[in-house]
């Protein structure tokens, strides 16, 4: 019996290292507010710089502020959408990793969410709604994901959303509306990057990618409670003041890791990597804290069929504090890792302007601070402070309308220079847009 | 019109500062002091190859700086070989071993007319030998022998009564690095025993020394950088070889019962030994650590029960025979750890006290070892750990960094000098670091056999650093 010193392709070293490809990876990238939220729940709000808690006066209630609906009368209908895309985002890296001179763009996606609200007045005080929609999610994929400098931490990564939320207003006063309601959300996230497991090229101490690595689990099987509630007062019928709160929703996900090699073309190292390599499908748990938000608008109206509305949104992004990744089967240990995010502010404004023959113009803007620390800044989530207008267009009348909105979302670079969780630098830009539509009915 | 020559004048200065931006202190000459770590050493040698990816080359590049150092050539290896050995990748069969894969040649930068900016040199240099190693004598000792090619101070060299120190003076740089004592501690490594005086050098003695060595070092005006020590954990040396029987087809701990099978040792003080026959040798106490000189060994049953197919006979352990004679070993017990640690420790005190008093900028190397033998380096999703062969921090002999290794030395220099000094000195580019094969620049060797270190002397792996 004897013993040799060529641990080669050590078991430990390569499964530490599949904890590492795992972290972080559960975020995905903005195109709106802050954060991975989506707020484009509603055309006439993306018109009016999502000012739209104090308005909160069709369908779309349901999610900007559900105590609006206890001054809806009629039964109503709105289904409609988003279309996110970027217009660029690009990166320049810096030393030390992945150096000057080095670059990487993500692919011009776009992104269809949906959206349906249904407002049932029950009594003439309660008011049932329902609202399908996807406040969360989007995703980031790098170009040339085989090459590009950040493929050890992200190629792609994906988080898709879809809420159900039952809610209910209660006009207490002509002039005082509450409303609570409960929140299902249905979620999945998908992440992929390449991996070096931990190990280099025994020959020349290089680092080589070895494999690649997919996480996935499904929309229908992962889910989340969380609750609603909100306030619409008018002391007189020309200015509605609203707040509403929507809770944290922990979404707990179980999903599968797939590893596969990427061969080198030594068959040496392919095949002492095959023998290292998990085969078949691993369990992967992971829990992603959705956070809380509370906002705050003022809706007034104004002469000539104007209508100003004013916000500030906070959210309770320090909530997502964590990432914990968990692999019940062993196949790599378990891992934390801090993300340091902070509650964030938005402040919008929004004007409309209505015409008496049902065609309304709109407008806004806002300023939306990240809750990403530069620290934490990296190839899965580049988030920064931005500058966000928009514009749209509606015609609407008592029996149905419909309305456009859009945004333009100019993002302030970023530039990660000197503390990055993931070691990696450089200097981030982005533009996105966003379009909303939808389609109202009243019955 | 005219103009006021005076008032452009100042104006031009004023402008000149205001587009300068913050101000940044410059460093004119840049020069290294140290042990084979500040040499550069890897897998055994010094040879251009390692040289020029070391961690005081990568600063010097940084900082912009002309850095001459001793380049040795790399030349194919003879057999037997006729330079110091540099060891590779070896593969057999399907594994990968540690072999002969060139040989350290001449120095091709020899004519240089002053003493080099890069000082560092191999041999095992103990702290005292910075400031009193004024003249080498080849042929004396390895240390002397290794010396002298870099410090070119022997009888009738151009340095002859210079010591390392005397030489970086004499230079009169600005930024000064300096890296040693790690062998007052880490020779006990390739000794195979931790004895007070004999393979460690005691803390008193160091504190003394290292003080003379900063003392003589600091200059006003200049900037002193130094290096703290490394603790043993982070050595895969001493980490890669576990102290129970391993089954060599599976690579993983024979069990009997449920049990792994510790290897087996003459015992020390410690750890007493009474063997039950037809061993030898007594297990070996959980914690002890078995260093990379034990391979040759192990493949000849030595450390392994008779039971299980080997020859029952202990590893050895170093013993030291009053007045002179050290005879190495393979093995660590528990309490030669624990007394390694504790002079690394009482080092690492005496380094930080005398870095403090004499406004030098301490690298916590130790710190930083700890923490990547614990998780591993990552940089932009890429893990390197402390594994011996592929874990990419440290090169072929288990003891000295790989370019990587260097790479991240290099890096915690930068960002100790940027934080102390208020500099904005780049950080070394990991992705030329980290995607540049390092593989010999001259062809396979001559047909050698695989390097065994010899168990009665020390030749190839070592355990200091030299």
């Keep these: ?443 | 019109m005219k103009t006021n020559p005076v008032r452009s004048m100042v104006f031009g200065i004023a402008l000149a500062v205001l587009c300068a931006g913050p101000a940044q202190a410059q460093f004119n000459k840049f020069v290294v002091v140290g042990d084979s770590l500040a040499a550069g050493e890897e897998s055994n040698c010094i040879v251009e190859r390692f040289q020029e990816r070391s961690w005081a080359r990568l600063a010097a590049g940084l900082l912009q700086q002309d850095f001459q150092q001793p380049l040795f050539a790399e030349q194919v290896a003879t057999n037997p070989p006729t330079g110091y050995p540099c060891l590779g990748p070896i593969l057999s069969g399907a594994s990968i071993s540690v072999g002969i894969v060139s040989q350290q040649g001449p120095n091709q930068n020899i004519q240089l007319g002053r003493p080099y900016d890069n000082l560092g040199f191999n041999g095992s240099p103990h702290i005292k030998d910075f400031v009193d190693l004024k003249t080498t004598v080849p042929g004396r000792s390895d240390l002397d022998n290794k010396a002298a090619a870099i410090l070119r101070n022997c009888t009738g060299c151009p340095f002859e009564g210079l010591s390392a120190v005397d030489e970086a003076n004499s230079l009169a740089p600005d930024l000064v690095g300096f890296w040693g004592g790690n062998n007052d501690a880490l020779d006990a490594l390739g000794a195979g025993a931790a004895i007070e005086g004999v393979t460690l050098t005691p803390v008193d003695a160091f504190t003394a020394k290292y003080e003379e060595v900063i003392e003589a070092l600091s200059v006003s005006g200049r900037t002193l950088v130094v290096f703290n020590v490394p603790d043993i954990g982070a050595v895969p040396f001493v980490t890669t070889i576990p102290p129970v029987v391993v089954d060599p087809a599976t690579r993983q701990p024979v069990l009997i019962n449920g049990n792994p099978v510790p290897l087996l040792g003459p015992g020390d003080a410690a750890f007493p030994c009474e063997p039950v026959p037809p061993d030898q040798g007594c297990p070996l106490p959980p914690g002890t650590l078995v260093n990379l000189q034990a391979q040759p060994l192990l493949a000849s049953g030595f450390g392994i029960p008779m039971a299980l197919g080997g020859s029952g006979l202990p590893l050895p352990h170093g013993v030291f025979t009053p007045p002179a004679t050290f005879t190495p070993g393979v093995i660590l017990y528990p309490d030669d750890v624990t007394s390694i640690r504790d002079h690394v420790d009482g080092y690492n005190a005496a380094i930080a006290a005398s870095a403090s008093a004499n406004g030098a900028i301490l690298v916590d190397i130790h710190t930083l070892f700890d923490q990547v033998a614990a998780q591993g380096y990552t940089i932009g999703g890429i893990t390197v750990t402390t594994s011996f062969i592929t874990g990419g921090i440290f090169s072929y002999d288990g003891v000295h960094p790989s370019p990587i290794g260097y790479g991240i030395v290099a890096d915690e220099f930068v960002k100790a000098l940027n934080a102390a000094k208020g500099t904005n000195i780049p950080r070394p580019n990991f992705s030329q670091i980290l995607f540049t094969p390092n593989v010999p620049s001259v062809g396979p060797p001559a047909p050698v056999t695989t390097v065994h270190a010899d168990h009665g002397t020390r030749t190839v792996a070592r355990g200091g650093t030299e």
């Excluded at chain 1, 007045?121 to 999610?137: K, Q």
């Excluded at chain 1, 670079?413 to 630098?425: G, K």
């Design chain 1, 1 to 443: 019996m004897t013993q040799r010193p060529q641990v080669a392709f050590r078991c430990r070293a390569s499964r530490v290292f599949l904890a590492f490809l795992a972290v972080g990876w559960l975020i995905a990238a903005p195109a709106t507010p802050s954060g991975f939220q989506v707020m484009t729940q509603g055309a006439r709000a993306t018109g009016m710089g999502l000012a739209f808690t104090g308005v909160a006066d069709d369908p779309s209630a349901v999610f900007f502020n559900p105590a609006g609906m206890g001054f809806q009368e009629h039964f109503s209908i709105m289904i409609g959408g988003s279309v996110l895309g970027r217009k660029k985002a690009d990166f320049e890296g810096a030393d030390p990793f992945p150096g000057e001179g080095t670059s990487g763009s993500v692919q011009k996606q776009e992104f269809v969410i949906p959206l349906v609200y249904v407002v049932v007045p029950l009594t003439s005080e309660l008011n049932f709604g329902l609202g399908v929609n996807s406040p969360y999610g989007l995703g980031l994929r790098w170009n040339d994901p085989e090459n590009w400098a950040g493929r050890f931490i992200s190629q792609n990564a994906v988080i898709k959303s879809l809420d159900i939320n039952p809610v209910f207003s209660y006009k207490l006063f002509p002039e005082l509306s509450i409303a609570a309601g409960a929140d299902l959300r249905f979620s999945k996230v998908q992440l992929e990057r390449n991996s070096n497991l931990g190990i280099v090229d025994p020959f020349g101490g290089e680092v080589q990618d070895l494999a690649h690595v997919k996480l996935n689990s499904s929309l229908t099987s992962n889910t989340g409670w969380g609750w609603n509630v909100g306030l619409m007062f008018k002391p007189i019928p020309e200015i509605g003041v609203g707040v509403a709160y929507r809770s944290k929703i922990t979404v707990d996900y179980d999903g599968t890791a797939v590893f596969t090699q990427r061969f080198t073309g030594n068959p040496v190292i392919d095949g002492l990597v095959g023998q290292l390599l998990p085969q078949g499908e691993h369990p992967v748990a992971t829990s992603v804290a959705f956070p809380a938000s509370l906002n705050t608008g003022v809706g007034i109206e104004l002469p000539a069929g104007f209508l100003l509305a004013l916000e500030a949104d906070w959210t309770e992004w320090s909530s997502f504090s964590a990432l914990n990744i968990h692999f019940p089967d062993g196949v790599a240990p378990d891992l934390d890792r801090a993300t340091l995010w902070k509650d964030s502010w938005a402040y919008r404004v929004g004007l409309e302007k209505k015409f008496a023959s049902g065609w309304a113009l709109r407008a806004g803007y806002y300023y939306d601070n990240t809750p990403q620390p530069e620290k934490d800044v990296g190839p899965i989530l580049a988030d920064n402070d931005r500058n966000v207008y928009s514009a749209g267009f509606g015609y609407n009348t008592p029996e149905w309308g419909i309305d456009v909105g859009g945004l333009y979302i100019r993002f302030k670079d970023r530039s990660v220079l000197t503390e990055s969780t993931d070691n990696f630098f450089g200097r981030y830009s982005e533009d996105a847009w966003v379009g909303t539509a939808s389609f109202r009915l009243s019955f």
